[in-house]
């Protein structure tokens, strides 16, 4: 898995690349707490080109969003891929997390 | 490298002396267990150095040359290389290793069969093929229990031009139960005397060797395994008398340790036990499919097929249980959320299945091949089963799911045993079966009502709030509807297949957010037909795209066929079932 953070309006943007799998998500985790030791409160990770998530992925969403819930943080997920978007759902993960068409749509939700 | 099998193995790549012959000393090759070489073993006498398959890698046979150049400059003795079959593992460096290009001293010895295959340059029985690999022409000069020996003399001499006389004595053994050990004894000085005994059923050609107390047994011990048993030249009833002579060798003989083909020595007491249980084995082993290089392309795809449904199976029911967990810490029921996270054996999972994928990006760049992948979701397969049981996951997680992934597992060790997985064929009504599906599948397995009566004990209540709250409501914004048959009717299919079938399918449409989701049953002379339709509002769905090659083989092995249509926007799925 590859990763680029940018930084727009307030928001870190993690663009992900590849597979978040047992190997690459304790790397997505550390770059995760990293920003949010830096005092990053509001994160979107886009999906576009993420191929695959598994449990380890998929326990560091959740991981993250635990340590993001205070009133003025944000933690939104956007541009899920057709597989990706259908593991959310069938685990559920739908329900929990903001997920976004587009970052576009995010940073204006976020204003 | 002390071998850790047994108290008083071998040390691996070390000189020590042969158990049971004061004159003669080995160095052993011991290699993990895989498809590109064999172990190897270098015998040293007074008189002659044997080398016991040479294996197939050059940098093995590197270190194999060195040493053998130490103890020949130190000592200067004709050198045999004794092949106990001739698979290519056990052989390819015979054929561009410079250590047999223009050696004089290094004369070839294996079993008849074997000379004629190497000599052949066959690349069925040689199992080359499957790996790709072309083979040339090699000249067998010792070739053991040949049609040129003549029955009326004991002893008969083979002298090529290069090597001293050697003398092989026909000393055949009537085990009794028509058991005949067929036997050659090598002899060249009076302290240096080789056993070899024919012990066909792995490959036609498969011999055992005996220097003093060592037996080196080829690849005997894995011949019922799978993804071996089945290979070109394996022959079950081959097979299990050979057992029972190697059983009757090692209870009779002074045989203190066996050296395999692949992977550690094991003590002859161990071996035995082994030998008992494949023996057990091999009598199921009938009808197997050939392995070929057209199996390993068939069972590649499956592979790679089957991890990634079971991959995304596991996400599944792991991330609803992390949904559960989360939703307990939320409720501040920490210990629950704790206990449900520790019933996850899925880390382990995960990382298998990782490991899986890494083997499949190397062969999908074409470092591996069809029969490597096979092999490897063979071992994949076996790890999962293992962690798999071990979990406790029937107490929370959907048995459908469950049981899909048991049932995939199971199917591929079937296939990979070069078995057809089971049809359990009965009549039922399909109505019935189908209605029955979607009701569970929509229904979350514990009701309000139920929750309401286990109020009063506070285990059972939790319990039943755990898995309530592991259930994922996916039909909720879609839900699915279904039209009976006209006229119920009979349909001859496996039914805990069908239903896994339909119950996926419908999970699949679900996730990728289908929409006016129908399932309809219909019959049209001596078919059935179950009919699951639907929309896409989101342009780009690839529905059923990639999955359906694995759906249809899913599908066969209801007993029905499946295929897939579009009418506008509607995607149909279309499985028909013979009716009656």
Redesign the interface.
């Known amino acids: 898995m590859d990763t680029t953070t940018s930084h727009k309006e307030g928001v870190a943007i993690i663009a992900l690349f590849g597979?978040i799998?047992?190997?690459a998500a304790p790397q997505l985790e550390k770059e995760l707490n990293t920003l949010m030791g830096e005092g990053k409160r509001k994160i979107l990770l886009n999906f576009s080109e993420v191929t695959?998530?598994?449990?380890?992925g998929?326990?560091v969403l959740?991981s993250t969003?635990?340590k993001l819930r205070s009133p003025d943080d944000k933690f939104g997920l956007c541009c899920l891929t057709?597989e990706v978007?259908?593991?959310?759902?069938?685990?559920?993960?739908t329900t929990?997390f903001t997920i976004f068409s587009s970052e576009g749509d995010a940073l204006d939700a976020w204003k | 490298m002390r071998l850790t099998h047994g108290s008083d193995l071998l040390e691996n790549q070390r000189w020590q002396p042969v158990p049971g012959d004061e004159h003669a000393e080995i160095f052993p090759y011991i290699r993990k267990v895989d498809t590109n070489s064999s172990n190897s073993y270098i015998i040293s006498t007074p008189t002659q150095i044997i080398l016991i398959d040479p294996g197939g890698l050059m940098e093995q046979m590197d270190l194999l040359a060195s040493e053998i150049e130490k103890i020949h400059t130190a000592n200067p003795r004709p050198v045999f290389v004794y092949l106990t079959h001739t698979h290519v593992d056990h052989f390819l460096v015979i054929q561009s290793h410079p250590f047999f290009k223009g050696q004089e001293q290094a004369i070839i010895a294996a079993h008849s069969a074997g000379a004629a295959t190497l000599e052949a340059a066959d690349t069925t029985l040689t199992q080359a093929d499957l790996f790709q690999i072309k083979l040339t022409s090699t000249h067998v000069p010792i070739q053991f229990f040949g049609p040129n020996i003549e029955p009326e003399t004991e002893f008969f001499e083979i002298c090529p031009l290069e090597a001293p006389c050697i003398r092989v004595q026909e000393s055949d053994r009537n085990l009794g139960n028509q058991l005949i050990l067929k036997r050659q004894v090598v002899v060249s000085e009076p302290h240096d005397r080789i056993e070899v005994y024919h012990l066909p059923g792995h490959s036609h050609d498969s011999i055992c060797i005996r220097v003093g107390g060592l037996l080196f047994i080829g690849d005997l011990l894995f011949a019922a395994s799978p993804g071996v048993a089945g290979q070109r030249g394996w022959n079950q009833k081959d097979l299990l008398a050979s057992l029972q002579k190697v059983q009757w060798i090692l209870k009779n003989e002074d045989i203190r340790v066996c050296c395999p083909g692949h992977g550690r020595l094991i003590s002859s007491v161990s071996a035995e036990a082994v030998f008992a249980n494949m023996e057990k084995e091999t009598y199921f082993l009938t009808e197997i499919q050939e392995i070929n290089p057209e199996w390993a392309k068939q069972t590649a795809w499956y592979a790679n097929e089957l991890m990634n449904c079971v991959?995304?199976t596991?996400?599944?029911m792991?991330?609803?249980c992390?949904?559960a967990s989360?939703i307990l810490?939320e409720l501040e029921e920490t210990g629950e959320a704790e206990h449900l996270s520790g019933l996850v054996c899925?880390?382990a999972?995960?990382?298998i299945?990782?490991d899986f994928?890494r083997f499949n990006e190397e062969y999908r760049v074409g470092k591996q091949l069809d029969v490597h992948l096979a092999l490897k979701a063979g071992q994949i397969t076996a790890k999962l089963e293992a962690v798999y049981k071990t979990g406790q996951l029937d107490l929370i997680i959907d048995p459908y799911l469950l049981k899909r992934v048991e049932r995939l597992l199971s199917d591929y060790m079937t296939l990979f045993r070069g078995f057809r997985p089971t049809i359990q064929r009965e009549e039922f009504e399909l109505d019935q079966l189908v209605g029955h599906c979607i009701r569970t599948l929509v229904s979350p397995p514990c009701s309000d009502e139920d929750l309401i009566s286990l109020a009063d004990d506070e285990t059972q209540y939790r319990q039943a709030l755990v898995k309530r709250l592991v259930y994922?409501p996916?039909f909720e914004e879609n839900p699915v509807s279904f039209d009976p048959a006209e006229y119920p009717f009979n349909v001859i299919a496996d039914s805990e297949r069908l239903n896994d079938l339909i119950a996926s399918i419908l999970?699949?449409i679900?996730?990728?957010?289908g929409t006016d989701i129908r399932v309809s049953n219909t019959k049209e002379n001596s078919r059935g037909q179950v009919i699951i339709s639907t929309e896409f509002t989101v342009p780009?769905?690839?529905f059923p795209g990639e999955h359906l090659g694995f759906m249809r083989k899913e599908c066969e092995l209801t007993g029905g066929f499946l295929s897939s249509e579009k009418e506008g926007d509607v995607i149909s799925i279309v499985i028909e079932l013979p009716a009656t």
């Open positions: 597979r799998d047992t190997t695959y998530i598994s449990s380890g998929l326990r959740l969003a635990k057709q978007n259908k593991i959310l759902k069938l685990a559920g993960f929990i | 991959a995304e596991f996400t599944i792991a991330g609803r992390y949904r989360h810490e899925l880390d999972i995960d990382s299945l990782a994928h994922v996916v999970e699949e679900a996730g990728l957010g780009g769905i690839d």
